[in-house]
């Protein structure tokens, strides 16, 4: 529980995990936080993959993660979610290489990040992984032909102790520009 912005602040990513299953009522509540995640005219391109078989799991993170990033450290993790985008043709094809942007990872993004907030509101953590590989995940799954691998998130209840690790981010005075005024 807690206001949003304490939420926010709460969740970072989650690298170790308790041997306890996630109740099923807490999945489909985190997957409906997603369900309701705006998209580029309401395409809503995701589909999400529940991986809970400690077999596919461990076939995942022996044939499915990165290479320079193995992320070994997701066999842990009870479940493994699979985040997909089933692209649309003119949103997501014609639409992406008119304006040059890949508007599905968007969409997927603010799903995803839905989906961790959430996660974190139940007391439950999370990690992204952006290293897969996409190819080896299709076959292990039976992915459909037309869905694309976006993101994985790891989820479950964290095994971390102690005080939270101070974050490292950039500060506003970084990031925020009011009123920049172009070409002078
Ligand atoms: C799209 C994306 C991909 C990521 N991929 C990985 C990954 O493959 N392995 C990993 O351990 N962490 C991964 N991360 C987690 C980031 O390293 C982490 O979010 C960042 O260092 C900030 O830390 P925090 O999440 O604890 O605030 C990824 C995060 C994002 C958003």
Redesign the pocket.
């Known amino acids: 529980m807690g206001t949003l912005m304490e939420i926010i602040a709460r969740?970072?990513?989650?690298?170790g995990y308790q041997d306890k299953p996630v109740e099923r009522e807490k999945i489909l509540q985190i997957v409906e936080a997603a369900r309701l995640a705006p998209s580029t005219s309401n395409v809503q391109p995701w589909r999400f993959i529940v991986v809970e078989d400690p077999r596919l799991r461990d076939a995942l993170v022996k044939k499915g993660?990165?290479i320079a990033?193995p992320?070994r450290?997701?066999k842990e993790a009870p479940i493994i979610i699979i985040i997909c985008a089933h692209l649309d043709w003119i949103v997501h094809r014609l639409g992406a290489r008119a304006a040059g942007l890949q508007y599905y990872l968007l969409d997927i993004?603010i799903a995803?990040?839905h989906m961790a907030l959430t996660a974190t509101e139940l007391g439950l953590g999370t990690?992204?992984?952006?290293?897969?590989r996409a190819k080896a995940i299709k076959n292990i799954l039976n992915i459909p032909k037309g869905w694309k691998v976006a993101?994985?998130l790891t989820l479950g209840y964290p095994k971390e102790e102690g005080p939270p690790?101070p974050?490292?981010?950039l500060g506003l005075d970084e990031i925020l520009f009011f009123n920049r005024l172009g070409g002078s």
Do not use: D, P, Q, Y
Not at 11 to 15: C, L
Not at 127 to 132: D, S
């Open positions: 969740r970072h990513s989650v690298r993660m990165g990033v992320n450290w997701a993004g995803g990040e990690c992204w992984i952006g290293w897969f993101a994985l690790k974050r490292t981010r």
